[in-house]
C-alpha cells in the first residue's frame, strides 16, 4: 500500500524462539518489522514462546 513500487525478496527461518529474517529490501515504506512478524507468528499458530 505504501509503496507499489518495492522490491522485496526475502527469506525467515524460525530456530530456539528465535526469529532470523534475511534477504533485500528496496522501498520508501516504513515497516514495523517486529510487529509483522508477531503478527504472521501469531496467525501461524506461535503464539506460545515456550
Not at 5 to 33: N, P, R, Y
Request: aromatic share 6%; hydrophobic share 35%; proline share 2%.
Amino acid at each position: 500500500k505504501q509503496d507499489p513500487c518495492s522490491i522485496v525478496a526475502c527469506v525467515s527461518v524460525t530456530f530456539g524462539g528465535k526469529v532470523l529474517v534475511c534477504g533485500e529490501l528496496s522501498s520508501i515504506a516504513h515497516v514495523e518489522f517486529e510487529k509483522v512478524l508477531s503478527d504472521v507468528g501469531r496467525h501461524g499458530g506461535y503464539d506460545d514462546a515456550s
